[in-house]
């Protein structure tokens, strides 16, 4: 009787070992069925067997069953519950369903037993992250980068915290970190690029980004876009236009390409063509107000200002317009208007926009190129407007030349009435008085220097 038991506890050994080796090439081979399927022939005896129940939860992941993973992980635990690479997958699933807090405890256990563990700090940080709690996931991600240099995960994550924290210049050098270990990567190059766009407008430094990467890549359609937008950005509309045209050649029909081939295209003052192309990135996308903007400007140059009239309508009704929007609209049907050569309609709309971005000249310097067109009652409220706005400002100075002119005739009929001072209406309808010593002051302020530099761009 004793021999036949010893046979059976044999046999049963043997059994168990041949079954966690099919298990092993089953798993290696990513054949999850095939466990899944002979587990339901387990007897009581393998309960108690961690190889073969952790083989059955590693097949249930890989069949992304976590609930079913869970328990078997569960049960491996309960066997053995300090094993912490069962408990690194305990803590993975129990995440994937949710329970966020459990997988948290679990991966401060592994830490608190094998601080420099990779996984459960990576993973700890992830939950973190997912709880906008930044502040702590950075203290672990910093941690586990100056052990692991080369992960670009972990500059990836450092990245994404640094932006949540707005720390812009350190989320830069992270990424930075990660187009280094991996050039080739188009994700990471197009969101560092769009980085320095925003906190460093380098463009020169974003075309050198572009072109490594595309040097592994080189059909890549993120980094084209994102080289062509650099030129924009760069004034260099030959070249952008170039790009965008050769990738909508290529059978690249997207948004993107369209708009950035009309912009340029209107910027070389090819307005016939750059009508064409934006009327189609507006049909793809109607809702981009940048678009609709530049849409609206190539219409008006052709005097179609009804057409314009009616794109920025449409801008106003899809949206709830930030200020910024609003100041663009104003200044696009301003110029309509004076496309229409109502030049008063025109240049209330102008102050309308100028009153919304008291910063900027561009409204001023529209303002100033119309203001002879227009009763005199308007002209020195914009003439002392705009030297206000202008302070501390380089601008373009043409104008003045025109400017200096009108008040000097404006002196000479004081003088000629025996007047000190001249009165005058501002736009907004407030009477306003210049003496003949101000006068002087801006006819002098008037006279062009050989410092010149280029006014603001409009859009």
């Given at each position: 009787m004793?021999?036949?038991?010893v ?5 049963t050994i043997?059994?168990i070992v ?7 090439s ?8 095939v ?6 022939n387990?007897?009581?005896q ?5 190889k073969?129940i952790?083989q059955?939860?590693q097949?249930y ?7 079913k993973?869970y ?10 519950p ?7 997958s ?7 369903l ?7 405890d ?6 608190d037993a094998d ?12 939950i ?6 930044h ?11 100056f052990n692991?240099?080369?992960?670009i995960s972990i500059q990836i994550a450092l990245a994404?915290?640094?932006l ?5 210049a350190r989320?830069?050098?992270?990424l ?7 050039p080739?990567?188009d994700?990471i190059?197009?969101?560092l ?11 020169k430094r974003v ?6 990467t595309?040097?592994?890549?080189p059909?890549?359609?993120k980094?084209?876009a994102t080289k062509?937008?650099a ?6 509309y030959?070249k ?5 045209r050769?990738?909508?050649?290529k059978?690249?029909?997207s948004y993107?390409n369209y708009k950035?081939l009309?912009a ?7 307005i ?17 107000v ?5 849409f609206?400007?190539?219409?008006t ?7 314009s009239a ?8 899809l949206?709830?317009?930030?200020k910024?929007?609003v100041?663009?609209i ?6 309509i ?6 030049y008063l309609?025109?240049?209330k ?21 119309v203001?002879?067109k227009?009763?005199d ?11 206000e706005?202008g302070?501390?400002?380089?601008i373009k100075l ?9 008040l000097?005739?404006?002196k ?5 009435e025996?007047k000190q ?9 407030s ?8 006068l ?5 302020s008037?006279y ?5 530099n280029?006014s603001v761009?409009?859009?």
């Amino acid at each position: 009787m004793r021999t036949t038991c010893v046979i059976l506890l044999l046999l049963t050994i043997q059994v168990i070992v041949a079954q966690t080796k099919d298990f092993d090439s089953a798993l290696r081979n990513r054949q999850y069925e095939v466990i899944v399927k002979n587990a339901i022939n387990f007897s009581s005896q393998d309960s108690s067997n961690l190889k073969l129940i952790t083989q059955i939860a590693q097949a249930y992941e890989g069949l992304n069953d976590y609930r079913k993973a869970y328990q078997w992980y569960e049960q491996a635990l309960k066997i053995d519950p300090n094993l912490l690479d069962i408990k690194g997958s305990f803590a993975r699933v129990s995440s994937l369903l949710g329970k966020k807090a459990q997988a948290k405890d679990l991966y401060i256990d592994i830490i608190d037993a094998d601080p420099g563990n990779y996984f459960a700090n990576y993973q700890l940080a992830s939950i973190l992250r997912e709880e906008e709690n930044h502040i702590d996931a950075l203290s672990i991600l910093e941690k586990i980068a100056f052990n692991y240099p080369s992960n670009i995960s972990i500059q990836i994550a450092l990245a994404d915290c640094y932006l949540k924290i707005n720390d812009k210049a350190r989320a830069i050098y992270s990424l930075s970190e990660a187009h280094r270990l991996n050039p080739e990567n188009d994700q990471i190059s197009e969101n560092l690029s769009n980085l320095i766009f925003i906190l460093e407008g380098d463009p020169k430094r974003v075309i050198t980004i572009c072109d490594t990467t595309l040097a592994y890549n080189p059909e890549s359609i993120k980094m084209w876009a994102t080289k062509g937008k650099a030129y924009f950005m760069m004034k260099d509309y030959g070249k952008a236009s170039k790009i965008f045209r050769n990738q909508i050649d290529k059978g690249d029909l997207s948004y993107t390409n369209y708009k950035y081939l009309g912009a340029s295209l209107l910027a070389k003052d090819s307005i016939i063509e750059a009508a064409d192309i934006l009327n189609i990135a507006y049909k793809l996308n109607d809702g981009d107000v940048e678009n609709s903007l530049l849409f609206s400007k190539a219409l008006t140059a052709q005097s179609l200002t009804d057409s314009s009239a009616y794109i920025l309508a449409q801008c106003e009704q899809l949206i709830e317009p930030p200020k910024n929007i609003v100041y663009e609209i104003l200044k696009a049907r301003g110029d309509i208007k004076i496309a229409e050569k109502k030049y008063l309609d025109g240049l209330k709309l102008y102050d309308q926009s100028r009153k919304l971005a008291p910063n900027s000249m561009v409204s001023w310097n529209k303002m100033l190129q119309v203001y002879n067109k227009v009763p005199d009652t308007y002209t020195l409220g914009i003439i002392k407007g705009f030297i206000e706005a202008g302070k501390n400002q380089h601008i373009k100075l043409e104008p003045y030349i025109h400017l200096s002119y009108h008040l000097k005739k404006l002196k000479e009929k004081a003088f000629f009435e025996n007047k000190q001072e001249i009165e005058y209406n501002e736009p907004n309808g407030s009477k306003g008085k210049l003496n003949l010593i101000e006068l002087d002051r801006l006819i002098d302020s008037f006279y062009p220097s050989n410092k010149i530099n280029p006014s603001v761009s409009n859009l």
